[in-house]
């Protein structure tokens, strides 16, 4: 899992994307096999698909990872989200929807290197992404399959698992026993 910290976001940026242009008419689709790992750059013009894979971290921003369509992972920053009026009712909503197998539409993503020296996509508001949640209670957490009356587990009620070695892999690798206890929390808020 990508260490997340926030250090790592910087406000100002020394490049602009060009504002989104949804519906979709004239974009690129790329992948992070397409973007240079050694270069702060815009891909304006170009749009980057994927699947959130990690739960989001709220800071001054959003943070959380996802996969591109060639199974690369990346860290994902929405900057300037939440509005700090909205905080509040944005924790809520981060957990909502930032969460495993929530799929990604990225226009005009920023491949940047963090403080921290890792690679992050970054966007300067939510307005530069488009979300589609129709999948979350359908496929695993840990590897996607896909199902549609998946186990979820017992505790927070919010992870989903399509076999035991996958809830296991979630609790010892992807540190669910860590999380656990928030997530219930919140899952009895939603």
């Given at each position: 899992?990508?260490?997340?910290?926030?250090?790592?976001?910087?406000?100002?940026?020394?490049?602009?994307?060009?504002?989104?242009?949804?519906?979709?008419?004239?974009?690129?689709?790329?992948?992070?096999?397409?973007?240079?790992?050694t270069?702060?750059?815009?891909?304006?013009?170009?749009?980057?698909?994927?699947?959130?894979?990690?739960?989001?971290?709220?800071?001054?921003?959003?943070?959380t990872?996802?996969?591109?369509?060639?199974?690369?992972?990346?860290?994902?920053?929405?900057?300037?989200?939440?509005l700090?009026?909205?905080?509040d009712?944005?924790?809520?909503?981060?957990?909502?929807?930032?969460?495993?197998?929530?799929?990604?539409s990225?226009?005009?993503?920023?491949?940047?290197?963090?403080?921290?020296?890792?690679?992050?996509?970054?966007?300067?508001?939510?307005?530069?992404?488009?979300?589609?949640?129709?999948?979350?209670?359908?496929?695993?957490?840990v590897?996607?399959?896909?199902?549609?009356?998946?186990?979820?587990?017992?505790?927070?009620?919010?992870?989903?698992?399509?076999?035991?070695?996958?809830?296991?892999?979630?609790?010892?690798?992807?540190n669910h026993?860590?999380?656990?206890?928030?997530?219930?929390?919140?899952?009895?808020?939603?």
């Amino acid at each position: 899992m990508l260490r997340k910290s926030s250090s790592e976001t910087v406000q100002n940026v020394p490049h602009k994307p060009a504002p989104p242009n949804w519906p979709l008419t004239k974009t690129k689709k790329i992948t992070g096999r397409d973007m240079d790992p050694t270069k702060d750059k815009v891909y304006n013009g170009c749009l980057l698909n994927g699947r959130i894979i990690d739960w989001a971290f709220l800071m001054s921003s959003i943070a959380t990872n996802i996969e591109d369509e060639n199974g690369q992972i990346h860290r994902f920053v929405i900057n300037k989200w939440p509005l700090p009026s909205l905080r509040d009712f944005a924790i809520l909503e981060a957990v909502k929807v930032f969460r495993p197998n929530v799929k990604t539409s990225i226009i005009n993503p920023y491949h940047r290197k963090a403080r921290d020296g890792y690679n992050t996509i970054r966007v300067e508001g939510p307005e530069y992404v488009k979300l589609d949640t129709s999948m979350i209670d359908e496929q695993c957490h840990v590897c996607g399959k896909e199902g549609k009356a998946l186990p979820s587990c017992s505790q927070c009620k919010m992870a989903l698992y399509c076999s035991k070695e996958c809830q296991t892999f979630d609790w010892t690798e992807f540190n669910h026993k860590g999380i656990c206890k928030y997530l219930k929390m919140f899952s009895q808020l939603i």
